[in-house]
């Protein structure tokens, strides 16, 4: 069962990235801050301005522990060691001729906890996609030509859209759900393999994306602590998971700006990246099937920002065809054909304040209107979440204080942060963070409740 076995070896090269490096060698004879990502940081600018590659490396340790008790039916029921995870990650850097650039980067993973919590029956599945594993982060090819094109060919990220907490415009990229509201946006965004093709056109610039098998959304494995499958773990139904249609995924946008803010306008058909019931086969074995897949689907959108002094204001506004949406737990195994599929209307609005020394303020609200919405839907027809971050540094900016605190949509709970991180130089740094969940019974998210957290962590450059 595909949906149920582990990844171990995450190597996320497709055929159009291998033909991104072979068209490379063959011509040569992109926030918000991140507290517990790696950190880029050139030691020695000089000496590689001059050098045709740049090669680095980041080791981070992670050490986390549970302060509830998940309780059954997860793997850790108990308080305990949740992670002891070592990371290596490595950026290669090429220039191959002055108008066409180089990059390979991935990240290898081996997280301890399996081998030092014996009193903990941990799935094959989590042994599997977490005891060891490898991604590959970019892998591309650009160049910029003399009229102005621009092409960009492989694993690559593409960081559209203004929001934080809500994915209106920004479409493309997979992301990583391993856990919930552990990561900021930037740490989300997972590579997927594609080819960029930009160019102006008067004071707009025009982006067009085609991306093949761009896979979906990593999500925990079975009976880990953010397994969004675990109520039907003992259900006595068989998981499948069905590969898309169509491998193809095409998206542009138009964007410009002037001196007071930006403006962007994106469109796009694609496989939506989180896995909905495609229909439920309940004669062809033993037990029934819930077979699902990746929704298709089309959008269209525009995001915005204006400043004014301390002040900054951006909202977004897009159309969503064709979303697949959860239905209730009593009406989950009438869907036969599958969940039922209505439009949404995504808004999003939000703010900025910067005008105290060293302290940045953010406010978000976001809403999704469901159309023909009916009783039988687990989402209200109008769904509201907000979110708000306070974000300080100090010392030279070497301490970096970060808290997020986020209502989730239809009331079904909360979820607040806290990280902290110093930088005791350019290659050395250490970080705390701290999770809580709340959430009321009938939640969608009710399960996860328990799975309050403390992190220690430490980086330095190799």
């Not at 037990?287 to 525009?302: K, T, V, W």
Request: proline share 3%; charged share 20%.
């Amino acid at each position: 069962m595909a949906l149920l076995s582990g990844r171990g070896c995450k190597l996320r090269v497709s055929t159009i990235a291998v033909l991104a490096i072979v068209a490379a060698l063959s011509d040569s004879v992109l926030a918000q801050d991140d507290f517990f990502g790696t950190i880029a940081v050139d030691l020695d600018d000089s000496s590689r301005r001059d050098s045709p590659y740049s090669l680095y490396g980041w080791v981070t340790e992670k050490v986390g522990y549970g302060l509830e008790s998940p309780g059954l039916p997860f793997s850790r029921t108990e308080r305990d060691i949740d992670r002891v995870e070592t990371s290596l990650f490595a950026q290669f850097d090429a220039s191959l001729s002055p108008e066409m650039q180089l990059r390979f980067s991935g990240k290898a993973y081996h997280d301890a906890v399996y081998a030092l919590n014996d009193d903990i029956t941990y799935t094959r599945s989590e042994r599997n996609v977490f005891r060891n594993r490898f991604e590959v982060k970019d892998l591309y090819i650009e160049r910029r030509f003399d009229n102005g094109l621009y092409l960009k060919l492989g694993n690559q990220l593409f960081a559209w859209g203004l929001a934080e907490y809500s994915r209106v415009t920004d479409l493309i990229n997979t992301e990583d759900q391993y856990t919930f509201g552990q990561q900021d946006l930037e740490d989300l965004r997972q590579q997927v393999p594609a080819l960029l093709i930009g160019f102006n056109v008067g004071a707009w610039a025009l982006d067009t994306v085609i991306t093949v098998d761009a896979g979906r959304n990593d999500i925990a494995p079975a009976r880990d602590e953010f397994d969004p499958l675990v109520r039907l773990r003992d259900s006595g139904l068989v998981l499948e998971r069905q590969s898309p249609d169509t491998r193809y995924e095409t998206f542009v946008r138009a964007s410009t700006h002037w001196s007071a803010g930006d403006i962007q306008l994106v469109a796009g058909e694609f496989n939506d990246n989180a896995l909905s019931v495609s229909r439920i086969d309940a004669f062809t074995g033993p037990a029934p099937q819930l077979i699902f897949a990746q929704n298709r689907m089309r959008a269209a959108g525009i995001a915005a920002n204006w400043v004014r002094g301390s002040w900054l204001v951006f909202g977004e506004l897009g159309l969503h065809l064709g979303k697949a949406m959860a239905p209730t737990a009593a009406t989950s195994l009438q869907k036969f054909a599958g969940w039922d599929e209505s439009d949404q209307l995504l808004s999003v609005l939000g703010l900025e304040f910067n005008g105290f020394r060293n302290l940045l303020l953010s406010l978000e609200l976001d809403n999704a209107h469901t159309r023909d919405h009916n009783a039988s839907m687990q989402a209200d027809r109008n769904q509201m979440s907000a979110g708000a971050r306070v974000y300080w540094t100090a010392l030279n900016e070497r301490l970096q204080l970060l808290a997020v605190h986020n209502e989730l949509a239809n009331n079904a709970g909360s979820v607040s942060r806290f990280s902290a991180q110093y930088h005791w130089s350019d290659n050395f740094n250490f970080g705390l963070l701290w999770m809580d969940y709340a959430s009321r019974q009938g939640s969608p998210y009710y399960d996860y409740r328990n799975n309050d957290v403390v992190q220690l962590q430490y980086s330095f450059q190799l």
